[in-house]
């Protein structure tokens, strides 16, 4: 057996998250396995730099596999590529024994995108969340630096079964695109490993502050308190991206 390394590009709109699930439920592992079946005629399970959830896109998630494969590396690609879902494709593929995507990973990087705006705009409603109202963006900004170091992060989501919840977060902050409609605020944490939920709970409670349902000194002492208890809103998921993942 060869141990293949790929990236992965994916719409998760239709799809139960990354995970394989019981009986026919859509997954994006499920929906990368079938085809690694057609393709090669061998059960291969695939493992995933990280676990998406329902709705949640990718440009760079990371997983490997294991067949025997006598073609080129460039051939399993094409294959691969022809009988998956036209909203997942593999964007690169090679070799590499002893590969995990997910032990061997450095960090992680997502963006979020929220679109401010007084309409609702069609195009953009499995790509971001819909805000409207007030919005300051300063608020934004501040929330956002107060994340960057090394800190508990239970307030904004659950750990993977025996880990704690103290992440190093590298990279936190927003950025404002003007548009005709409004605006596109768009987030982008970059951690060594994130606990469930918890992109989609910074974001939540960030707009909170925000758009004033919140202040600052709630959030920060909502955050500092390290209890999932006192988390806010949950964004939804159609706007989080799983952007790449770094390696040494």
């Not at 994340?147 to 190093?168: L, S």
Request: charged share 20%; proline share 4%; glycine share 8%.
């Amino acid at each position: 057996m060869t141990r293949y390394r790929a990236t992965l590009a994916y719409d998760g709109t239709h799809y139960q998250g990354f995970q394989r699930q019981a009986g026919d439920t859509p997954t994006i592992q499920g929906a990368v396995e079938r085809a690694i079946l057609q393709v090669t005629q061998q059960a291969a399970v695939v493992i995933g730099a990280g676990r998406t959830d329902t709705g949640v896109h990718a440009t760079g998630q990371v997983i490997a596999f294991d067949v025997e494969w006598r073609h080129t590396d460039a051939d399993l690609l094409r294959a691969l590529n022809a009988v998956l879902p036209d909203d997942i494709a593999l964007q690169d593929i090679a070799q590499q024994p002893g590969f995990h995507p997910r032990f061997d990973a450095q960090s992680r990087v997502y963006s979020y995108t929220v679109i401010h705006a007084p309409q609702r705009q069609p195009l953009w409603r499995q790509r971001a969340w819909h805000i409207w109202g007030e919005v300051q963006t300063a608020a934004l900004h501040r929330t956002a630096a107060l994340m960057i170091g090394r800190h508990d992060f239970a307030t904004f989501g659950n750990p993977p079964q025996g880990e704690n919840t103290v992440r190093d977060v590298l990279r936190s902050a927003w950025q404002v695109y003007p548009e005709r409609f409004g605006q596109r605020l768009v987030y982008t944490v970059e951690a060594n490993a994130f606990l469930q939920h918890m992109v989609r709970r910074m974001v939540g409670m960030q707009m909170d502050v925000a758009r004033g349902l919140m202040s600052y000194e709630a959030f920060e002492s909502a955050f500092y308190a390290a209890d999932l208890a006192q988390a806010g809103t949950l964004a939804p998921p159609q706007g989080l991206v799983l952007e790449c993942v770094r390696y040494a």
